[in-house]
């Protein structure tokens, strides 16, 4: 979960890391499986044609049906991912314990995924040992209470549309782990190869912009939050901070993608991995937190926006996205969420300056723009990386 628990992506995006390396299902009955069924009868050959016209035309459907449906539910993902993180800022910037509210969030986003684990995988819990489970501590530690701890205090020291720019950075980190790692070829000889470079190039490049270069603020609507617009200007001297604890969170995540194949080799059932990530990353956070603030006021949760904020990310942001992105996979094939990924950075650049009063710069707009025309290139380039070789 990039940005949203144990279970996100892509860039997270960030990025779904179960759902990302799910297989494509095939939907439906083969053509030819169906014809060997039914062999033409000499005394019914308008009935054989009257079923092959149906069965095509349903299939002509399903495919319209999903054509739309399709980019409709990632969309959705991304507005989920926004949310997420502006509810967040709000709820942190109004006194929230960090550990706290991801100890309460990914707690009941175990609770909101277990009914789907029981659902789709059940029994599969027994067939979880000690070395399963040493494995899912593993991932819970490097895949949400270390980089998710890293992201919310660095979400605190900046703003929501500077800290969004992170987890859709995370892909071409993880590219560039890979390689320094040796576990993935550059292959600069080939096109596939310059764009993957020429899209961490840009993305990189677009990032120091949005760090260092702020320009003229354009003042293009009054925030709908005054309080917290006021209380944007201490959180802005943080920048330095927050950056290096933002960079330290992409970095974790990135590590967390790289064991993912571990992970799913011990125990395959990502529905129930998923839900005892949650689960432990949850009681990992509250460790941690208990260990920092001993005070109960710190715990406390009342009718206010931390509740909401809870909700929302377990609910949306964690079970929510995690079946549609599933979904979008078994139709589309796992390159498909990603590419969708820097629609989060637009959202939350207009919908933060709309609603709690983040800045739009011009170093923002270009800082943005490159990145997200580079997250496009490289994740363009990853997807045709196969076909070419």
Known sequence: MHGGGAVHSSGSGAIEPWAARTRPEIVGEHPTEDLDRHQPSPDRPIAMDVGDGRQRGGADAEEEEVAWKAPAAMVLVQLFNTGMVLLSKVAIGGGMFVLA???????????????????????????????????????????????????????????????IIFLNIIPLTTFILSFVLRMEALHIRSMVGWLKITGVLLSVGGTMIISLYKGEVLHLWNPILHHHNEEHVDVASHQLRGTILLAGSTFMF?????????????????????????????????????????????????WDINLLTIVYSGALATAGKYSLNSWAVAKKGPSYPPMFSPLSVVFTVVLGSIFIGDDITVGSLIGTT???VGTYVFLWAKANELPEK
């Not at 599969?124 to 593993?138: N, T, V």
């Not at 660095?154 to 703003?159: A, E, F, N, S, V």
């Open 370 to 372: 490159l990145v997200i």
């Open 101 to 163: 509210l991801l100890a309460y969030r990914s707690l009941f986003g175990a609770a909101i995924i277990l009914p789907l684990a029981l659902l789709r995988e059940r029994g599969k819990w027994k067939e979880m040992d000690w070395h399963a489970a040493g494995w899912i501590f593993l991932n819970a530690f490097i895949g949400y209470a270390v980089p998710m701890s890293l992201y919310y205090y660095g979400l605190q020291d900046t703003t929501a549309s500077y800290a």
């Open 254 to 302: 990135a590590c967390w993608y790289l064991i993912q194949s571990k992970v799913l080799k011990v125990y395959p059932y990502k529905y129930w991995s998923s839900m005892a990530t949650c689960l432990v990353g949850g009681f990992q956070t509250a460790f941690a937190g208990v260990i920092v603030r001993r005070d109960k006021d710190a715990w406390k949760i009342g």
